[in-house]
C-alpha cells in the first residue's frame, strides 16, 4: 500500500522571523533536563519530540508514518521531550523496539495550520535565497539551527555558506510557493 506524502517530525517544527523584542522574550536560557528515562511498557516505542504540537499530533486516532509504514496512534504518554508510542498494529515488544528512535512523519494533509509569516522546516529548507535589494542569488537554505532566539537558516551558495538569522531586520520575505525566499543582508553577513 503507498504511503501518502509526510513530513518529518522535524520538519513539523515551525519557524518565523522574529522582531527584536519577541527574540529578547524567547531567549530565556534552559537547563538541560536530569530527569530519569521513562520507563517503557511492552508494545511501546518511544522518539524524542521535536515538533511544536505534541498533544494534538498525538492524539489518539491519529495517522503517523514511521519507516515508511502507515501506523494508527492508540495511546500515547508525553514525558519531558519524549513521546512514548502505542501503535494500534504493533502487538509485541520486539516490533515495538524496532521501531524505538526511529523518525515520525505525518502525512502533509495533517499538518497543522500555522498563522500567517510562520512556516514549516519543509516549507523552507530549499527555499532559493535572494538579495532584496539586487535581486543576486546567494543560494539555497540547506537546513535551520535553533538558537533558543530565532532560528537561522544556513544557506549554501556558490561563493560561500551564509548564515541568516531569522528576524524581520534580515529576512524580508519567504514564499514556499514561489520557491524565494528575499534577504536584506547586514553589513558584513555576506563574504568578500
Known amino acids: ?5 509526510s513530513t518529518s517530525s522535524k520538519s513539523t517544527k515551525k519557524t518565523s522571523v522574529k522582531s527584536s523584542a519577541v527574540r529578547a522574550e ?3 536560557a534552559s537547563e538541560p533536563s536530569s530527569k530519569p528515562l521513562p520507563r517503557v511498557k511492552a508494545r511501546e516505542s518511544t522518539s524524542r519530540i521535536v515538533t511544536d504540537f505534541p498533544t494534538r499530533r498525538f492524539k489518539r486516532g491519529n495517522s503517523v508514518v514511521i519507516k515508511g509504514e502507515a501506523h494508527k496512534i492508540q495511546g500515547a504518554r508525553i514525558q519531558g521531550g519524549t513521546v512514548l508510542l502505542k501503535l494500534e498494529d504493533i502487538q509485541d515488544r520486539d516490533t515495538a523496539a524496532a521501531l524505538r528512535g526511529a523518525e515520525v ?15 514549516y522546516w519543509h516549507q ?15 543560494g539555497e ?13 544556513i544557506v549554501r551558495g556558490p561563493k560561500a555558506e551564509i548564515l541568516v538569522p531569522a528576524i ?9 510557493t514561489e520557491g524565494r525566499m528575499l534577504i536584506q543582508p547586514l553589513p558584513g553577513m555576506l563574504p568578500g
Do not use: C, W
Request: aromatic share 4%.
Open 1 to 5: 500500500m503507498a504511503t501518502p506524502r
Open 141 to 153: 537554505v540547506t537546513d535551520i539551527i535553533e538558537t533558543g532566539a530565532n532560528d537561522v537558516y
Open 26 to 28: 524567547s531567549s530565556v
Open 168 to 176: 524581520k531586520d534580515v529576512v524580508k520575505n519567504i514564499d514556499p
Open 105 to 119: 512523519e505525518v502525512p502533509t494533509q495533517d499538518a497543522v495550520s500555522l498563522p500567517k509569516g510562520q512556516f
Open 124 to 138: 523552507v529548507i530549499g527555499l532559493r535565497v535572494e538579495d532584496a535589494t539586487s535581486h543576486e542569488p546567494l
